[in-house]
């Protein structure tokens, strides 16, 4: 059996790649790195090829049809004409992250007030409070000073680039591997969304409708695909320190509210999330299909209360 994974060079994509090679499955991994980045990627692919499991590797743009071409025959190739791809999953983390207009400076009415209260100066109790905050003091995230965001703003360009490579892409490798008989019978295709898909994040206007536009793909082929025996669910990760979690403007107070309102007092991770994936590619989980399943250790349920 293989799995096809987009954006499998790091973040989920690679922890799933680790995650099922360790389980005997061979792997097609679709990624976009710079010549740069490959001293830290290839050895993550030589641990693979160490499981002793079938490896192809394509450094290219998922998001173009020549490269969905190109890796769909060299796939055909190598798994014949009766279809052997078990899982199909979409990690491909490439979008804008602006606001839609410029912000407003505003008095931050706690800090002010804390200050006040002590005696000193603002200006010194936001420089330690940033470094205290930075030494891992996560409580402090309501009065640390504000990330930098981008002096660009979100148009029409940015929100249709974000939407397609993080959503509505995984329709069109769907619909080409479903054309050429490249599923197995029992077949798993995967999506990834946060809980940005609901919460509103500055910065995050176009991913999050990316995300909602990936489930709405997602529940389509869960309904339309089940015919031919594939199952497609959405995975929901409690907030993961990922590249592209890093990418998100104020991500360091993302990470801290994670890590005060998670039960388990930490971040979800990679394997976690990996972990799920290869579960639900077992044969025993062939009858949950159109589902968002939230990975994140009840995260997403918890007030934060002590």
């Known amino acids: 059996m293989?799995?096809?994974?987009?954006?499998?060079?790091?973040?989920?994509?690679?922890?799933?790649?680790?995650?099922?090679?360790?389980?005997?499955?061979?792997?097609?991994?679709?990624?976009?790195?710079?010549?740069?980045?490959?001293?830290?990627?290839e050895p993550e692919f030589a641990r693979i090829r160490s499981t002793g499991v079938s490896l192809l590797t394509f450094n290219a743009d998922a998001l173009d049809a020549a490269t969905r071409t190109t890796v769909l025959d060299q796939i055909a190739s190598v798994v014949g004409a009766t279809g052997h791809v078990r899982v199909l999953l979409h990690s491909i983390a490439f979008g804008n992250l602006k606001l839609i207009a410029p912000g407003k400076a505003s008095f931050h009415h706690a800090r002010g007030a804390l200050a006040s209260a002590l005696g000193v100066d603002e200006g010194r109790l936001t420089t330690s409070v940033n470094s205290l905050f930075e030494q891992g003091v996560d409580a402090l995230h309501t009065l640390v000073g504000p990330p930098a965001y981008s002096n660009s703003y979100l148009d029409d360009e940015d929100l249709a680039?974000?939407?397609?490579?993080?959503?509505?892409?995984?329709?069109?490798?769907?619909?080409?591997?479903?054309?050429?008989?490249?599923?197995?019978?029992?077949a798993r295709i995967f999506g990834l969304t946060s809980e940005g898909n609901q919460l509103a994040w500055k910065g995050y206007a176009a991913v999050a409708a990316a995300k909602a536009a990936l489930e709405s793909i997602v529940r389509a082929i869960a309904v339309e695909l089940a015919p031919y025996g594939i199952r497609a669910n959405v995975i929901q990760a409690g907030?993961?320190?990922?590249?592209?979690?890093?990418?998100?403007?104020?991500?360091?107070?993302?990470?801290?509210?994670?890590?005060?309102?998670n039960p388990f007092g930490r971040l979800t991770t990679p394997l976690d999330v990996a972990n799920v994936i290869y579960l639900l590619s077992l044969d025993e989980a062939a009858w949950v299909n159109g589902e968002i399943i939230r990975v994140d250790g009840g995260e997403h349920i918890s007030g934060g209360m002590p």
């Open 161 to 186: 680039r974000t939407i397609y490579s993080m959503g509505t892409s995984l329709l069109g490798w769907t619909q080409e591997m479903l054309r050429r008989g490249l599923f197995a019978d029992d």
């Open 2 to 41: 293989w799995a096809l994974i987009l954006g499998g060079s790091s973040g989920f994509g690679l922890a799933v790649a680790h995650k099922l090679a360790e389980h005997g499955m061979n792997l097609c991994l679709v990624h976009r790195d710079r010549r740069g980045a490959m001293s830290r990627i």
């Open 239 to 261: 907030i993961t320190d990922t590249p592209a979690l890093r990418a998100i403007p104020g991500s360091d107070r993302l990470r801290a509210q994670a890590r005060l309102r």
